[in-house]
């Protein structure tokens, strides 16, 4: 069973921080997606990512894609409250069924 | 405008009932998933669907019945619920092929007392 290590759990920092999350494997994904959720709702898409060393940024959120293909980070630059949630990463397997391997999570509270 | 619905948005109901959960998505997508995130948040696939034919069918138990009428619509039903069976299901969409994610709906949660 393929595993999805996804660090830290918990996170509470002050408003103005900044913060990594990681996710690594020993497997290589075809792709590797970031999603967060709010309580009471599914988790939605902030970011996927497909080739090995590549780099998004979206506003102060920026994601990694490991040169293997087996990990990634998203760092967060001078965090709000308004990104207190639940982020999550997901490795699509390669081959056909293309299943999404998901990590555990990080919770995040930001405090004012 | 919802991309994609479950219904309904919670159930609470005795041990060994039959209970039902709906989902629709209007994105046009190709594939549909059942999802059951448990007290810890962690996310498990139970069934795939792509164009009403099933391609994924984790170890689920055999009291969990998915149904895809077209390829807009995936539900699920499940016989003789169990104690173990409250969690929160999701449903979600992608289009087929591509590296795209997923559109998931805001989630049922079903208590079973």
């Known amino acids: 069973t393929q595993l999805l290590e996804q660090s830290p759990q918990f996170l509470s920092i002050q408003e103005g921080e900044n913060l990594t999350v990681y996710c690594n494997s020993s497997?290589?994904?075809?792709?590797l997606q970031w999603y967060r959720q709010e309580p009471g709702e599914g988790p939605v898409l902030l970011v996927t990512?497909?080739?090995g060393g590549e780099v998004k940024k979206l506003k102060r959120l920026t994601f990694q894609f490991g040169d293997a293909r087996k990990d990634s980070s998203l760092h967060i630059t001078a965090a709000q409250p308004g990104d207190t949630g639940l982020y999550l990463c997901?490795?699509?397997?390669?081959?056909?069924?293309?299943?999404?391997?998901w990590g555990l999570g990080t919770s995040l509270a930001v405090n004012p | 405008d919802t991309a994609v619905s479950q219904t309904p948005k919670y159930l609470v109901t005795q041990m060994g009932n039959d209970k039902s959960i709906k989902c629709e998505q209007n994105?046009?997508?190709?594939?549909m998933y059942w999802y059951k995130q448990d007290s810890k948040k962690f996310l498990k696939i139970m069934f795939s669907y792509n164009n009403k034919e099933l391609i994924i069918n984790e170890t689920v138990p055999n009291r969990f019945s998915p149904k895809s009428p077209d390829k807009a619509h995936l539900n699920l039903h499940i016989n003789s619920l169990e104690l173990g069976d409250s969690a929160v299901y999701f449903c979600?969409?992608?289009?087929?092929?591509?590296?795209?994610?997923?559109?998931f709906g805001s989630g049922t949660r079903l208590t079973v007392v």
């Open positions: 997901a490795g699509e397997e390669t081959g056909n069924n293309r299943k999404l391997i």
């Open positions: 979600a969409s992608r289009p087929s092929g591509g590296n795209y994610g997923y559109t």
């Open positions: 990512v497909v080739t």
């Open positions: 994105l046009g997508h190709d594939t």
């Open positions: 497997s290589v994904f075809s792709s």
